[in-house]
């Protein structure tokens, strides 16, 4: 079972629960109005010392009562106080690229606005022509991380979840400079799943894809990564606090769409779908302005 968040179909409210292959489970079904687990949201579950062990535990004494197609999805993290993003990390996207490795992280960010969750539309901005995707493993940060080292750095993490870094390459190489390219609305979606980090034995051991429609575009492994997850972890929290709820973006591997040969930029109604591993895919289709 994972974890998920979403919308309650009758109230509308923001919840989370399990997601499991025949269904949803929302945590109101699993705990009564007393629990402290009953009304918060999974960057205030994944924050607390015990809170996705205490979820998952309630979750798997009840059966799913939501199909996965009833729901509006919300971010897997709804609020994170800070999406941080790693450019130029896989060996086979510098080569795509013909440019050396970086010989240490490049850090950018990505505002609130951008954040965006499963299922939901992805607009094409205003005067962008070259709108483009990039399938990446996405952090989610448990514990006030503060000067950490990488030996400690996983011991961090609440878990995993699928991220695309959506990217308007015109005004990401015109403006020469990336925030306003990896900025735009609805340029962060984020999940549908949390895979706890228990979970993962090595997460420089997951397979990574994407696919625009049908056609597999980026098909890659996380051992590819210049910096792999623990350097990352360490490197930003050397001067910037990484928080409970923060998530990382850590990079994309090769196949993004502005150096493919011809270029595949994406267009409106075209599907974007990423996977980790054998994870649930996330999945965004691209909108109008």
Known sequence: MFLTSFYDPATSALTFGGFTAEGLIPIQRAVDRQHWLYDRNLGEVVAHPSGIQEALEALSRVSPSLGL?????????????????????????????????????????KLPNAYNAHRELIPVPPGCTQLDYEAELGVVIGRTAHRVTPESALDYVAGYTPVNDVSARDFQFGDRQWLRGKSQNGFAPMGPVLVPAEVVSDPQQLAIRCWVND??????HTGEMIFDVRTLIAFISQ??????????????PNGVGIFRNPPLL???????????????RLENRIGPS
């Open 69 to 109: 197609d009833q729901v509006r999805y919300a971010p897997v993290i709804p609020r994170p106080p800070k999406v941080v993003c790693i450019g130029q990390n896989y060996w086979d996207h510098c080569r795509e690229q013909k440019v050396n490795p970086p010989d240490r992280p490049i850090l950018f960010a």
């Open 239 to 252: 001067g910037i606090t990484l928080e409970p709820g923060d998530v990382v973006f850590t990079g994309t």
């Open 266 to 280: 994406l267009q409106p109604g075209d599907l974007v779908s990423v996977q980790i591993a054998d994870w649930p």
């Open 215 to 220: 056609q597999l575009v980026q098909d890659s």
